[in-house]
């Protein structure tokens, strides 16, 4: 079963934790991992962003069990953020409406199953 988590640290967190998750030649192992970087948080009338953050912004979907290092960095933007994976919003919905069932996001309209 695969689960799909965010995160957000420093940038020297995100390198510590990374060799976590990596073999000796730095590929992935147990997860995919798609690295947003500093979020824009806002933006001025002309686009510009004035509220960069400064934590670094994390995907991974994992393959196994998520790893326990990683749990106090799990973030939850209203699904789904600024990325997703293909095909595995569930995924991150589920997670989602397991830490905040009484969302809008995560409540069945009646009449709906």
């Given amino acids: 079963m695969n689960t799909f988590l965010k995160y957000e640290m420093t940038p020297t967190q995100w390198d510590s934790l990374k060799t976590k998750i990596t073999d000796e030649e730095g590929n992935y192992v147990g997860c995919a991992v798609h690295e947003i970087g500093f979020i824009c948080k806002a933006h001025d009338e002309e686009g510009n962003c004035t509220d960069l953050s400064n934590k670094w912004s994390v995907d991974i979907l994992w393959y196994e069990e998520p790893k326990a290092?990683?749990?106090?960095y799990e973030v939850y933007?209203?699904?789904?953020?600024?990325?997703?994976?293909?095909?595995?919003?569930?995924e991150y919905l589920k997670a989602y409406c397991a830490k905040f069932p009484d969302s809008p996001f995560c409540v069945v309209p009646d009449g709906e199953s």
Avoid: M
């Fill in 77 to 90: 933007p209203s699904p789904c953020g600024v990325h997703t994976f293909a095909g595995c919003e569930g």
């Fill in 69 to 72: 290092d990683f749990t106090a």
